[in-house]
């Protein structure tokens, strides 16, 4: 049986996942009794079939009931599989087992995090910081990744310090694979840049990237681009990329060594890494330095703390002056908002062309058809449920307590966490019918009927990204509490750049405040009583809803959708501009001081 293991060990190494799979199971067979043979067939069956290697786990653990590792692997996998319940499940059991491990304890926290349970959260977190500095301290990478660090609310100092750390483990393990250093050239007539993400598909990062390359088509003269997908789909945001990138790699089958060689190939002159220390990403490929310059762009909202990345693109409220200490890169600063905002108005899914609705009665239509009430005030909250914790949501009980009629309504992200979230809706003297959930909607139509909401709520946790941009496209008002990590920022920008900066409140008191006062100016009581106001000067004509919204706004502080749509984050020609104005300036200091890097914190673009 050992031999057999080593060679399923070797196979393993060399990612020969089905000879590895067969020599583990030859292992097995020769004694049925070693859990542990079963654990590693368990993590070869999960490359391709999750819920055999989860039936696996479960044989295993009848032989050895005292498995951590067994528990915490087949939690992961029942997690990959939605069964969030069970994970958890799972997780606590090889907690009590190990009661100090920091992986057990990342997992466990997160998966309760998304199932909106916060009854321990504040002794687990309190634990995991205390693993993790020990960590940190005996110069271990981790086991506390730098994304949900941002989840749980960690500060900036110690988020510094975990992302630096992971990403000195990310350099040790490409040391033994040199590539050859690009020659600096004599001057740079069109710059050449690579987005490298696991997300250029069907996912929001893909649809923003098509988005810039689109309006990069303008800019021929001056850019060249590179797409490198880390996966593939036939998404028509997939699809948009491969016809609008100069260069198309799909490198979903090629190893980082070999992507980072055909960048060097290439002659790429700045590589934007869009996933960061996220999931599925490959940060190994800059780390490899293929090119003369890397930033950090749109897909993760945080820093590297690495060597190899040397800007972050930014703006000074999404990462203030006063919080440049906590990111190891130089900030590069765009002169609105950071945030790449897709563009629905020529998409070939034109439903959302739409941005909202127009009449009253087509509102009404639309909350009928979501299962809402038509008459009654609605704020709204989509981002994923994760990103809510115990604070935010008892404000959010305060203002539905004061606002009898109000309903809270809220995506399904997850469908499990509805339960947690009725029981602290009851804790909070709240009946589950203020609540009301819909699943995801399918992304060809869920603006018109978001745009219904007469609020959204921000989670000052993890803000809202896309959902905020959205929101404030059709007119939805926002209210968003800023924080000292760039993910708790990131609404604030959006905000500030689209006429929403009356939104930015500096406590949860104002936030409730504000709120309220938004939540009473869009009271139905006065839409009945036909004030749809004279805000024909918005480009509001014959658009009732977008009257009303301007109305309300105005009432507010705030700027309406319409007057929105022409500024900063949503002028995306203008938007594409700056960003390569800025990117190009970058890279010149960078490459042309001779040092490598840029000789200030922050860069400004000139425009």
Known sequence: GDAYNNMGNMYSYLTHIKLAERSYRHASLCDPKRADYMVNVAGMQAQSDLAGAVKTYKKALKIQPKFPEAYNNMANFLRDLGDLKQAAKAY??????????????TNLL?????????RNKDKRLKKLISVTEKQLSRGETPALTPFYAGTFGIGPELLLKI????????????????????????????????FVSSDLTNHIV????ATLLSNFRELKHAVRTVAVSLRSDNSIAAMKTRTLANKFIDASAI??????????????????????????????????RPGLFCSIFHGFAGTMGAPFVQGLIADSVVVPPELSDFYSESLLYMPETFFLAEDYSHSSENANAVLSAKTWSEAQMQRSRVGLSQTAPVAACFNSLYKIDSSIFSVWSGILREHHQT??????????AKPRLYAEAKLRNLSSDRLHFSPLFPRQHHLVPKSTADIFLDSPLYNAHTSAADALQSGVPLVTLPGRTMASRVAASISMFSGNRNGIVRNLE????????????????????????????????GNQMCEWRARVASAAGLRSGSEAQGVGIFQRKQWATHFLALLRNAVDEAVFSHSGSLSSNVVATAV
């Open 510 to 541: 104002d936030y409730r405040i504000l709120a309220e006062l938004i939540l009473r100016k869009s009271s139905v009581e006065s839409l009945r009583k036909g004030r749809w106001g004279e805000l024909s000067q918005n480009g509001c004509q």
């Open 92 to 105: 606590k059991h090889a907690l009590k087992l190990m009661p100090s491990q920091p992986d057990i304890l």
């Open 407 to 416: 309903t809270l309504w809220l995506q399904e992200l997850p469908a499990e």
């Open 255 to 288: 190893p980082s060594p070999e992507v980072a060689r055909q960048l060097n190939k290439l002659q790429v002159h700045a590589i934007l890494e869009l996933n960061g220390h996220t999931k599925n990403g490959r940060p190994e490929i800059c780390a490899m």
């Open 206 to 209: 893909g649809h923003g990237i």
């Open 163 to 194: 992302s630096a750390a992971t990403s000195k483990g990310i350099l040790k393990r490409v040391e033994a694979t040199p590539i050859p250093r690009m020659a600096v050239p004599k001057k740079i007539s069109v710059l050449k840049i690579a």
């Open 110 to 118: 997160s998966t309760e995090m998304y199932l909106c349970d916060w």
